[in-house]
């Protein structure tokens, strides 16, 4: 076995474990999407392309976090030194993370990574983030999420990015922000009011359908 697709083992609820065997050179952290209760991830010592820290899985080089087990009991999880990409769905229905710390040398949050982390509360963009790449979906249904700050730099927000974060009520737009993607907020029921910044250009289709906006 060398390659594993997205969505294989989606919705297998009852499983645990995983082990990695050392001819495997493609995951797709989708493959296990609803696997709620994946605790731990075994990996060949002889694997070419992985690694394994704190029981987490990278490639071997540790530049990017591929998957985090789903049923991890950690509430707060710092993105490690060297780590520059966050892989799609790397920790999608992750329910106990409740803050992500995002570093300055992390350089894109792949598709779908934290969508339905439904306990997540915090996400902190530390100094320098500016640059990062958020991805489609990327937090959408994160539905905890109280309030957003995103970092001075940033540019854009692509689609469906928050959509679905339901009890999100304040988001903080930098004044370098230039374009909402389609979908970006939509859902975000309990958003009543948001400032937009004036280089904002381009608000994408639908990017605040189901909102509660009253003020903008």
Request: charged share 20%; hydrophobic share 40%.
């Amino acid at each position: 076995l060398e390659k594993i697709s997205e969505r294989v083992f989606e919705g297998c609820s009852a499983l645990r474990r995983i082990s990695i065997p050392a001819g495997m050179s493609g995951i797709n952290a989708a493959a296990f999407e609803d696997c709620a209760n994946l605790e731990t991830i075994e990996l060949s010592a002889d694997s070419e392309h992985y690694r394994l820290q704190d029981g987490i899985l990278f490639n071997k080089a540790g530049t990017e976090l591929i998957l985090y087990p789903r049923a991890a009991k950690a509430e707060c999880y710092h993105i490690p030194p060297g780590v520059t990409s966050i892989g799609d769905g790397a920790f999608a229905g992750c329910t106990s993370l409740k803050k992500i710390v995002l570093p300055p040398w992390l350089q894109k949050v792949g598709k779908g990574a934290f969508s339905h982390c439904c306990g997540l509360q915090e996400i902190q963009f530390l100094p320098g983030t500016g640059g990062i790449n958020i991805e489609e979906e990327a937090f959408s249904g994160c539905t905890a999420l109280q309030e957003l700050t995103l970092p001075e730099g940033m540019e854009g927000v692509k689609k469906a990015a928050f959509a679905g974060c339901e009890q999100l009520h304040r988001i903080n737009l930098p004044a370098s922000m230039k374009r909402l993607g389609n979908y970006a907020f939509s859902g975000c029921k309990a958003l009543h009011k948001i400032d937009l910044p004036e280089k904002l250009a381009a608000i994408g289709f639908m990017t605040f359908s189901g909102c509660g906006l009253t003020e903008m």
